[in-house]
């Protein structure tokens, strides 16, 4: 499984006069540019070319609609002979996919929106599985994973959780050690087919995923907390995709980690 939502990365604006800087980096998501990428404040308003909260959101609203749509063709149209190609083929599509565009920092919206097609045929493929073994819990894990991304919006536009530089090493670090033991792992199940004791749904299963689903959670905050910075220094528009693309590889991580936590609680 893909362990997109993880990938970290900087997000920074720099340039030598005026300089702009913003640390860390959504999701996992590099933002970096040369001098002569970034218009001073001034420049890019007159412009009209400045990243704007507004414009992620509808950024971030069109790639989760990509993904929505394509996971629905994906489920309706492929026959059950296909789909393990696809959730395969897809699932490696989509990492590479994700690398390069967190450390190529790419926003270009045409690479990241096929990211979201491509992500889409894997979840439609995982979750008609899912579905067929436990109905309805595709619906559960998807009420879960906007409800609890709901809650961290909220929280950090109360001030309630303040994303303090402390506070985002400490959770970038963290999603880097998962994705770390998450890749292994995968590793580990592709030369031994057996998932081992972090997915096979006992104890140790479900408090992975459980750790999984707070930090992911947390990882919102920093991804908002950048995204507000990116605003604050007058980052190009163009960044906004790349902020939209950290919080949907939050929300499919997350989405992703729900479905195996509530598969747990089902078994019989």
């Known amino acids: 499984m893909k362990s997109s939502n993880p990938v970290l990365g900087r997000f920074s604006a720099a340039a030598q006069q005026?300089?702009?800087?913003v640390p860390g980096g959504p999701a996992g998501q590099g933002y970096s540019t040369q001098p002569s990428a970034f218009p001073s404040p001034v420049q890019a308003a007159t412009a009209r070319d400045v990243m704007t909260v507004d414009d992620v959101v509808v950024k971030t609203i069109t790639l989760v609609g990509l993904v929505a749509l394509s996971a629905a063709i994906s489920w309706v149209v492929l026959p059950d002979s296909l789909i393990p190609v696809t959730w395969m083929g897809a699932m490696i599509v989509g990492l590479v996919l994700g690398l390069i565009i967190s450390f190529a920092q790419v926003t270009n919206p045409i690479v990241i929106g096929t990211y979201a097609v491509v992500e889409g045929l894997f979840l439609g493929a995982v979750s008609e599985v899912f579905n067929t073994r436990w109905p309805g819990i595709v619906a559960s894990a998807v009420i879960a994973t906007l409800s609890v991304?709901?809650?961290?919006?909220?929280?950090?536009k109360s001030r309630i959780i303040r994303a303090t530089p402390k506070f985002m090493k400490i959770v970038i670090g963290a999603a880097a050690g998962l994705a770390i033991v998450m890749l292994v792992n995968f590793v580990i199940y592709m030369f031994s087919g057996?998932?081992?004791p972090l997915r096979d749904g006992g104890p140790l299963a479900i408090g992975f995923s459980l750790i999984c689903i707070v930090v992911a959670a947390l990882?919102?905050?920093?991804s908002f907390k950048q995204i507000e910075d990116g605003v604050a220094a007058g980052l190009p528009r163009k960044y906004g995709w790349l902020g939209a693309f950290?919080?949907?590889v939050e929300l499919i991580w997350m989405y992703l980690e729900f479905l195996r936590l509530l598969s747990y609680f089902q078994e019989d």
């Not at 990882?219 to 920093?222: L, Y």
């Open 219 to 222: 990882m919102f905050v920093v």
């Open 194 to 196: 057996s998932v081992g």
């Open 149 to 156: 991304f709901g809650v961290m919006a909220f929280l950090y």
């Open 246 to 248: 950290g919080i949907l």
């Open 18 to 21: 005026p300089t702009y800087s």
